[in-house]
């Protein structure tokens, strides 16, 4: 099996939300994220787009949502974007 490379938009609960702790957690719990860029939404609201390499396996993609959904701080994370590496 191969790698799969995914985009995720995570949405903060609100623009008061502190997203440098958000962007430390990602990092930490997935050590093979590629990217995180802010992206303005509206309002002082600001969504992370996280670029992610994992395994191409079965349940992965869920297992990612629920744990970027975890975090605090977070209100929805949602997979974009995924392709084959």
Do not use: W, Y
């Amino acid at each position: 099996m191969g790698d799969v490379a995914l985009i995720i938009k995570v949405m903060p609960e609100s623009p008061e939300v502190n997203r440098e702790r958000i962007i430390a957690t990602i990092k930490e719990k997935f050590p093979r994220v590629q990217d995180i860029r802010e992206e303005p939404i509206g309002f002082g609201l600001v969504a992370l787009k996280v670029a992610l390499v994992v395994p191409d396996a079965e349940g992965q993609t869920e297992t990612i949502e629920t744990t970027l959904n975890a975090i605090e701080g977070v209100e929805r994370a949602e997979i974009v974007e995924s392709t084959l590496v």
